[in-house]
Structure formats: structure tokens, C-alpha cells
């Protein structure tokens, strides 16, 4: 195989790496490509999964999975979003009682007394 054709076949084979990565640019590889603008029933909602913005994408993904297996995307900036994430992140309150007095016998653990 002469020089000339080595050449050739090296630039050909770099033009078409440079076509393959322009269509990947930095932060356009995101999972949702539409958003839905309403939420669907709270009792519906079997999964929400919250991807952070990262090079590949530079938006926060809010993906929901509904009871039937359906996923969609919600858009993060609707205030009805925003408040429905707010109050599944709110830590719950236990109702459970605490120990009040904890006492402890020489060569035993400590033991709660309610």
C-alpha cells in the first residue's frame, strides 16, 4: 500500500470520528427530551428517580414511574413540581416512643427500660 493511500485513509477515517462526536456534544445526551407539565396522581407514583446535572447533561431530570410501568419526565422549574418533591423529601416523623432511662450491669450491655 503506497504512502499516498495511507494518508488518505487516515484523514477519511479522522473526518469521520470528528462527524461521529459532533453529535454528542457535551452536556446534550439527557434522558428526557420532552417534560410533562403536570403531574399525574400522587397515589399513582410507584418511582421518581432524580438524575443531577452533569456533563452529559446540564439539566436536573425528574423521572417518574407510575403503578402501570409508564415513565415520563417532569419538568423540575413548575412550582407543583417542586412542592410534591418537597414533601416526599421531608423527613417523616417517628411515631415511635424513646427510652427514657438506660441502665447497665457489669459485664452486660446497656438496656432501655420505657
Avoid at 47 to 58: E, G, L, S
Amino acid at each position: 500500500m503506497s504512502s499516498f493511500m495511507k494518508v488518505f485513509l487516515l484523514l477519511a477515517v479522522m473526518l469521520c470520528m470528528s462527524k461521529a462526536q459532533q453529535g454528542h456534544q457535551s452536556g446534550k445526551q439527557c434522558l428526557c427530551q420532552r417534560v410533562n407539565n403536570r403531574i399525574g396522581s400522587k397515589t399513582d407514583i410507584k418511582d421518581i428517580q432524580i438524575y443531577p446535572a452533569t456533563v452529559f447533561c446540564n439539566n436536573v431530570e425528574i423521572v417518574v414511574t407510575n403503578n402501570s410501568g409508564l415513565r415520563y419526565c417532569l419538568d423540575p422549574k413548575l412550582r407543583a413540581v417542586q412542592k410534591v418533591m418537597a414533601s416526599i423529601m421531608k423527613p417523616k416523623t417517628s411515631t415511635t416512643a424513646r427510652p427514657t432511662e438506660t441502665t447497665s450491669t457489669s459485664g452486660t450491655t446497656n438496656t432501655a427500660r420505657i
